[in-house]
């Protein structure tokens, strides 16, 4: 079941990212990318990581912003995707993005 997780886990990523792109029109949201879809076993829930330009208090306006849409973009994807079961999801920040960008200023300037 792994490779089917995996496959789905792509697969979600590039849809809720196409979401954001083209039907959510909060302009906050043209700075979030979606960096990763992790599954639960059981296909319940979905964690969203999501990487956002700006400082933290904008960062979690954002995540709240997505959160309240969840329900929406759930319903997006039951229709573009036409899967028995699309997962709950819940948006947190990724930093990752902002450590790699940090990490390499470092070494640049060292």
Not at 7 to 25: A, C, G, H, N
Not at 67 to 92: D, E, N, T
Request: charged share 30%.
């Amino acid at each position: 079941m792994g490779g089917r997780l995996e496959r789905l886990e792509s697969l979600l990523t590039e849809e809720i990212s196409q979401v954001l792109l083209r039907d959510l029109q909060d302009e906050h949201r043209g700075l979030a990318t979606i960096t990763g879809v992790k599954i639960a076993r059981d296909l319940s829930h979905a964690t969203v990581y999501v990487s956002i330009l700006g400082d933290e208090a904008h960062r979690r306006h954002v995540i709240e912003a997505l959160q309240r849409s969840a329900g929406y973009i759930k319903g997006l994807l039951s229709k573009r995707l036409h899967l028995k079961r699309i997962p709950r999801l819940q948006f947190v920040d990724d930093p990752s993005l902002r450590q790699a960008d940090r990490i390499s200023r470092l070494l640049k300037d060292g």
